[in-house]
């Protein structure tokens, strides 16, 4: 009788524990991006159809992950590019434009300092925290062990970003500079430029000081400065140009 109790106590507070709300820790995350639909969206049509073009396209891996850290808490969230994945000794495409950025969100202060290295140019971003108009929707699924919903918003006028975000990780904060939901994003995907982020561990436990890559020195601007900056030189460049742009300035 007393193992039977015992059991059923198990069984009983086994998914209370699972659904227990967390307001700090930590989360790992992969980055993917196809390359080879990457590639055929930012070339032009003249480079497509070269030989050289095709035979370079057959040496590029499909999918190039990068990999990410977060630590957040009530406060602050901060994310950081951790490392790269294996990639083909063939890849020639250059998708690392703001590939490896690190973004601290500060909630008590609305505000938002990113590290962004563009064209070999250190970039460091101070503005308010974005504003993301986000449209919910009843698609719920699975991320890391959570149960996460959809929402999506646009930006640049255009680009759709789908989110999948849990209530069960208090903290409004995502990967990249993406926020403003009602819980944290683990789920993040922009279709047009081939790329998703899906975390693959989340724990209650946050980074050290030691553990968490530092901010470096760089040029400081903000979200307007920067697109004033490197717009200019991008809007002749068509696709490529774009998908630059856009990398840039989330």
């Not at 903000?222 to 068509?238: A, H, Q, R, V, Y």
Request: charge should be positive; glycine fraction near 6%.
């Amino acid at each position: 009788m007393r193992s039977f109790k015992l059991l059923l106590l198990l069984l009983l507070t086994t998914p209370a524990l699972h659904a227990q709300f967390t307001g700090r820790g930590s989360i790992t995350f992969t980055r993917t991006v196809n390359m080879r639909l990457s590639m055929q969206l930012e070339a032009s049509e003249d480079f497509k159809n070269s030989s050289y073009f095709k035979e370079q396209i057959k040496k590029t891996p499909t999918n190039y992950p990068t990999y990410f850290k977060m630590s957040f808490n009530e406060k602050s969230s901060k994310y950081f590019f951790d490392k790269a994945g294996e990639t083909s000794s063939g890849m020639f495409w250059d998708s690392k434009v703001a590939s490896e950025n690190t973004v601290i969100q500060d909630f008590e202060h609305n505000k938002l300092t990113a590290q962004k290295e563009i064209y070999e140019k250190n970039y460091i971003i101070n503005d308010s925290l974005p504003k993301y108009q986000w449209k919910m929707h009843d698609e719920v699924r699975e991320i890391a062990g959570y149960q996460c919903r959809k929402a999506t918003t646009i930006i640049h006028d255009s680009v759709v970003v789908v989110a999948y975000y849990t209530d069960q990780i208090l903290i409004s904060s995502g990967p990249e500079s993406f926020g403003g939901l009602p819980g944290m994003i683990l789920g993040l995907a922009i279709p047009r430029l081939y790329t998703t982020w899906f975390a693959t561990k989340v724990t209650d436990v946050e980074l050290t000081e030691q553990e968490i890559k530092k901010i470096k020195k760089g040029k400081t601007v903000d979200f307007k400065t920067l697109m004033k900056e490197i717009e200019p030189s991008l809007k002749d460049w068509g696709n490529w140009g774009h998908a630059t742009l856009w990398r840039a300035t989330f």
